[in-house]
C-alpha cells in the first residue's frame, strides 16, 4: 500500500470524523443553552431532573455512554440496531457536549453582575430581551475562552467513536496499521488532528479578538 | 402637583426591619435630597421606589414614569455610547432609530459628551461613565429622576462634573430625588431634605432648617462629623 492510497483511504475517515465535530458542536452547543435555562427553572422537579441528568453525563465516561446509546435501544427492547450506529454515536456526543456547555454558560451567567439586570430593569427592558440583548452577549465573550477548551477536546474525542466500530479516522488508521504492520496511518492520524486543532485554535483566536473592543 | 406620594411603607429583610414607616412626597419640579448614615435603609427606599424591590406594605403613586442613576453607573458595556442610548428608546419606548439618535445627541451635547458617541464604557473616565449613564436615563424622558450616592464610586476632582450636569437638571427643573453624601451639593440644590436614620425619618425640612440649625443633636452631629472629615 503507497502512501497516497493510504492517504486516500484515510480521507474518508477524516470526512467522517469532521461530520461527528461539526454535527455535535451544531446540536450541542444550543441544547446546552436549553439545559442551562432548564436548570434555572422555576418548577423544582424540573430543575433537579436535570441536575441529574448533567451529573451523569459528566460523571460517566463518554465510551459508555455511547455504548449505551447504540445498544440500549437493543437490550431494553430488542431493537433492530442495524443503522443506528451513526445517530447513537451523534447522540452521544450531543447530548454529553451539551451538559459540559450547559455549565460553562451557568457559570458565565452568573458571573454577571447584579446592576447589568437592575439597570435593564428600570430602563423597563422584559426578562427576555435583558437575558437576548445584554446578558448573553456579555456571557458569550466571558465563556469563550472555556467553549475554545471543550472544542479542542472534542475534536481529539472524536475518536471515542471507533468504540463502535465507525470508520472514522482512528478506527481506519488502527484497521490499516494492524492489516499492513504501518506505523504510518497513527502518523497520519495524529497530524490530523494537530492540523485540525490548530485551525480551530485559528478561529476560536479570531472570534475572541473580534470580542475584545470592550471590557 | 404631587408626582410621589408614598405612605408608610415597610420592609424586612429576614429579621432586620430596614424601613419602618416612611412617607415621602414630591412635588413637580423639586429636588429632595436624602441623607442619613450609611446602612440606615436610603437605598432600599429608592429601590422601592424605582420597582426593583417591592415594599411588605404601604402605598405608592407615581405620577408617571421614572429613572434612576447608579453609585456604580452600570453602564451596558458591550455596547457603544450611543447604543447605551438609542436602544432602551427603540426597544422599550418604541421610538424610530432616527429619532431616538436625534434625543440621544441632543442630550449627550447636554452633558457634555458630544463627542464620545462612539466611544465604549470601558474608554471613558468614570465621571464620564456616571454622564452617560445620566444621559441614558434622561433619553427614556422621565418624569422623576432618581440617584443614589452618583458620585460615591468617583474621585473627589471628578466629582465636581458630574454635579455639575445635576445643577444644570435642576435649574431645568427636573424633578429629582438624591441620595448623597456631599452635604454642601445637597445644601446647594435642594428644595428638601430628608434625613434617614434606622429606618425612620429624623428629620425634615428645607436645606436651612436641616444644615444651618438643626434642633435634632443626632442631625447635627452627623452633618459636623461629615465637615470634618472633607
Ligand atoms: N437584599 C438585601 N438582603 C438583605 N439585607 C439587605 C438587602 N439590601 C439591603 N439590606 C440591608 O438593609 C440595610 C439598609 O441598606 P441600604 O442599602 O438601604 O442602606 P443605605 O442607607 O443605602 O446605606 P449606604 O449609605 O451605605 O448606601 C443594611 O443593613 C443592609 O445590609
Ligand atoms: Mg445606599
Redesign the interface.
Known sequence: MTFSTMLETMSAGMLRTCGIFVLTLIGSLPLGLVFCVLRKSRFAVIRWTIRGIISVLRGTPLMLQLLVWYFGPYFLFGANVANWRFPAILIGFVVNYAAYFAEIYRGGIESM?V??Y????????TKV?TFK??IL??VV?RIMPSITNEVITLVKDTSLAFTLAYQEVFSLAKQISAAKSSFMPFVIAGVFYFVANYLVEIVMDRVEKSMQ??? | MTLLSAKDIKKSFGDLEVLKSINIEVEKGEVVSIIGPSGSGKSTLLRILTGLETADSGTISIEGSTGLVFQQFNLFPHWSVMKNLVDPQVCVAKKSLAEAEKTAREILAKVNLADKENAYPCELSGGQQQRVAIARALAMNPDILFFDEPTSALDPEITAEVLKVIRQLAEQKMTMVIITHEMNFARGISDRVYFMENGYWIAQGTPDEIFENSSNERVSNFINKLNQMV
Not at chain 1, 437592575?118 to 427592558?125: C, N, T
Open positions: 453582575p446592576g447589568q437592575e439597570a435593564a430593569k428600570v430602563l423597563g427592558y430581551q440583548k445584554i452577549p456579555q465573550k473592543y470592550y471590557q
